[in-house]
């Protein structure tokens, strides 16, 4: 016999993470916590400053003492909790491409101590992802690199740091979202190797998570014919209950990314998966990037309470999910009762991320480009902008303009999308020293004959690749694994001999 629908009700709320809008908790919100919603997620939107970001998540356990608050901070290009100014430290292309995992774990400790500062509680990090297609629009820097090994030593020691603090963190986009040429938010990738590869390379960073004692996994919707020829991940019993619980033996709290992204949307419905998710083995649905309101969390809901009601969800799976939601709050209470006093957070970003984004850096320098650096005096820097995608935002500040111009005054810039690209981007240089700023420029034609062209006029310009270093090219070729601020600022100190 079904329990009460009101207790159902408190249930289903229970399993869902969803976002809000404003910098204080919304009154729907407050309103839920007293009725059994047990988490909430933070985006860009909700924060302003680390004060206002630790008095809104005070506010929220006034409601209830042990609410899960989770952001989507990698630290990387994809942040939240520095959307304003960019990150203050390296993503994690960066560090594996300094490929030390004390430094990759240090790093991680020193976000976890923020976030903890902050009163969050679960981090959607680390992205366990193996980018084994440069090709990928979505991944690229937030991958630790192609190597499945190194990733796996990397995935590990974040979550190692991570959690020392007692930040819980979710290793994603399980089974592994790296070797697709589609986002998800847009479309269903299809990821086509066979089991062995799988085990390989995809697989390897979540086992090596799973080891290092992970808290959370986040789902991918990703179509893994290997695993399941007909359903994607999120709603695969066969891939979240048959492989990541009972073979890899991963006994935490399973969430989906956002179930309003229309790889899964487009197909099942925006509530047909959430419903199918928790079916298949999820423990939360994350909702909220797009719809982050009470009407989406109260869909959810009732969707849910119906589903076990005609018999779709049995009562048992859904008792199941809020049970393991309920022991990772327990987890994050215990961890915020053994931490020291909340230390603040820095107002000049962290330190130790500027010094993992400083050993990050890599320069390629042909014989045409001895002398060129450092630059001999005011530069002109040309960047070129490709269009974002919906997990960076478009929020967050990125570039070499600001900080070069703070060490050499008199730098101009410039910034052109593919639409509005001159036939030749150095025309304003003058007589400045000219740095040409890219982000993955393998990945776009119109930038790479855009870079042609500069560097035709200008042979002596330095270029800096902020994303994926797939191509390289120029006299002088800088790679800094990421574009967040810790990697500009890194940048900018080495072309000026600052550093």
């Avoid at 969800?313 to 209470?333: D, N």
């Amino acid at each position: 016999m079904t329990m009460p629908e009101g207790n159902l009700a408190s249930l289903a709320a229970a399993v869902l993470q969803p976002g809000f809008v404003g910098t204080t908790p919304s009154p729907w919100v407050r309103r839920w916590l007293g009725e059994g919603l047990g988490s909430v997620v933070l985006f860009a939107r909700n924060v302003v400053d680390p004060e206002q970001v630790a008095a809104l998540t005070a506010d929220l356990r006034a409601e209830r003492p042990d609410v899960i608050v989770a952001i989507d901070e990698e630290a990387g290009d994809v942040t939240r909790i520095e959307s304003r100014h960019g990150s203050s430290r390296p993503g994690n292309l960066a560090l594996g491409a300094v490929d030390d995992t004390t430094l990759t774990e240090e790093v991680a400790r020193d976000l976890g101590a923020d976030l903890a500062a902050l009163g969050v509680t679960l981090d959607y990090a680390p992205d366990a992802d193996v980018n084994s297609n440069p090709d990928n629009p979505v991944i690229g820097v937030r991958s630790f690199g192609a190597d499945p090994a190194l990733v796996a030593r990397h995935t590990a020691a974040w979550v190692r740091g991570l959690q020392a603090g007692g930040v819980a963190a979710c290793a994603k986009h399980f089974p592994g979202h790296g070797d697709t040429r589609v986002d998800s938010h847009h479309d269903l990738p299809r990821i086509t190797g066979d089991r062995t590869r799988l085990d390989a390379v995809e697989l390897a960073p979540f086992r090596a998570a799973v080891a290092a004692g992970v808290q959370a996994v986040m789902t991918g919707h990703l179509l893994v014919p290997a695993l399941d020829p007909r359903l994607p991940a999120t709603l695969s019993r066969r891939i979240l209950t048959g492989l990541l619980r009972d073979e890899l033996g991963f006994a935490g709290v399973v969430v989906t990314d956002a179930v309003e992204m229309r790889a899964v949307a487009d197909r099942y419905g925006f509530t047909g998966a959430a419903v199918r998710a928790l079916a298949a083995g999820a423990d939360a649905i994350c909702i909220g990037g797009e719809h982050a309101d009470e009407d989406a969390a109260r869909r959810l809901r009732d969707a849910i309470v119906a589903a076990v009601v005609a018999g779709e969800l049995p009562e048992e799976r859904l008792i199941e999910a809020a049970k393991r939601v309920g022991q990772l709050a327990a987890w994050t209470v215990s961890g915020r009762a053994a931490r020291p006093a909340r230390r603040p957070v820095p107002d000049g970003g962290s330190v130790i991320g500027l010094a993992a984004a400083r050993r990050a850096l890599q320069v390629t320098t042909s014989r045409a480009g001895l002398g060129v650096l450092p630059l001999a005096g005011p530069a002109h820097v040309v960047e070129f902008e490709p269009p974002r995608n919906i997990a960076i935002g478009v929020e967050t500040p990125w570039g070499l303009a600001d900080p070069l111009t703070g060490l050499l005054p008199g730098t101009t810039a410039v910034r052109y999308a593919e639409a509005d690209v001159p036939d030749d981007p150095t025309s304003g240089a003058g007589r400045r020293c000219v740095v040409l700023v890219v982000r993955d420029l393998h990945r776009h034609p119109w930038m790479r004959a855009a870079v042609a062209r500069s560097l035709a006029a200008r042979p002596d310009a330095v270029v800096v690749e902020l994303g994926v270093p797939a191509l390289v090219t120029g006299s002088v070729h800088v790679a800094t694994h990421g574009a967040t601020r810790a990697a500009g600022r890194a940048a900018a100190e080495m072309l000026t001999g600052a550093a």
